[in-house]
Every structure is written in structure tokens, then in C-alpha cells.
């Protein structure tokens, strides 16, 4: 292990994308320079929380990159939805819905509604590859209700 702190993988071997492990030992040390009132503002919020000044700022770094990750997908799906840019989806795209529970954050294809990580949404599933659809379970229920109703029609017809 200490070879590995001497020598580390080259950037090439690294993987960027590769999830962080909270639990694995600590093998690098950051030293910045920072503002006095940031350094005796993390001091007072470390004292407050009980923890070593190390710990907080660990926790703070690790939990900005995933909110600006969030952030990042969060409005690019809203800039989507806004603009209908970028080839969005039209109903004539997506060949039916599955129902799902969603991994992320999206807006609803139909009315914009956003929908967080956990929500049940439907997402289409498309003959041809291209940005996805995600509409909310209230549009999907309204467009059954739609489907259902011509059934009837029809079969009343015969």
C-alpha cells in the first residue's frame, strides 16, 4: 500500500467515474489555503458537530459533488422540457410506457411536473434510439383513461 502512495496509478488506470468508497482508508492528503473567517467557520461548525475539521470537510466535498451532479441533470432535463429542443420525444415516438421507480430526477415529458429520485413515473420505450421519455403516473393514468374511452366507443360501434 505504501508503494501505491509513492507511486500512484497513472491517470489512464484511474477510473474517474468510479463510485467513492466512504469506508476505504484515507490515502491522500489535500492542503489548501483558505480565507481566516472560512477557517475559523469550519473550525466552529466541526466543535459544533463533534467531529475533526478532517471529517467535515470530507463530508462536505463529498456530498457538493453529488449535489452539483443533481443540479447539472436537474436542469438540463428542465431546459429540455422548456424548450422541446434536442429531438424531445412526441407521443408518435414511444411505442408504450413501463411504470417505474425512478433512479433520478426528471420532468414529466407531458405537463413538466418534476419528478424526484423515487417517484413512479412511466418511461417510453422507443422503436428508434434517442432522448428519453419519462412522463408522470397522473399523465400516464390520463392517457389509459383516453385509450380506455376509445375502446369503448368502439366496441359500442359494433
Do not use: Y
Request: proline share 4%; net charge positive; aromatic share 2%.
Amino acid at each position: 500500500m505504501i508503494d501505491r502512495i509513492r507511486n500512484p496509478a497513472p491517470a489512464d488506470e484511474r477510473d474517474v467515474g468510479a463510485a467513492i468508497d466512504l469506508h476505504a482508508r484515507k490515502e491522500r492528503v489535500l492542503h489548501t489555503r483558505v480565507p481566516e473567517s472560512l477557517d475559523r467557520h469550519i473550525k466552529r461548525r466541526a466543535r459544533n458537530l463533534g467531529l475533526s475539521v478532517s471529517t467535515v470537510l470530507r463530508h462536505v466535498l463529498l456530498n457538493t459533488f453529488g449535489l452539483v451532479e443533481d443540479i447539472v441533470t436537474d436542469s438540463a432535463n428542465i431546459a429540455l422540457s422548456i424548450t422541446q429542443e434536442e429531438g424531445a420525444p412526441t407521443a408518435a415516438d414511444v411505442l408504450g410506457w413501463q411504470e417505474a421507480v425512478l433512479n433520478v430526477n426528471a420532468v414529466c415529458g407531458q405537463c413538466n411536473a418534476v419528478l424526484r429520485k423515487g417517484d413512479r413515473a412511466a418511461i417510453g420505450v422507443r422503436e428508434r434510439p434517442g432522448p428519453r421519455a419519462i412522463i408522470c403516473t397522473r399523465c400516464l393514468g390520463k392517457l389509459g383513461a383516453r385509450t380506455r374511452e376509445r375502446g369503448v366507443r368502439s366496441a359500442r360501434r359494433r
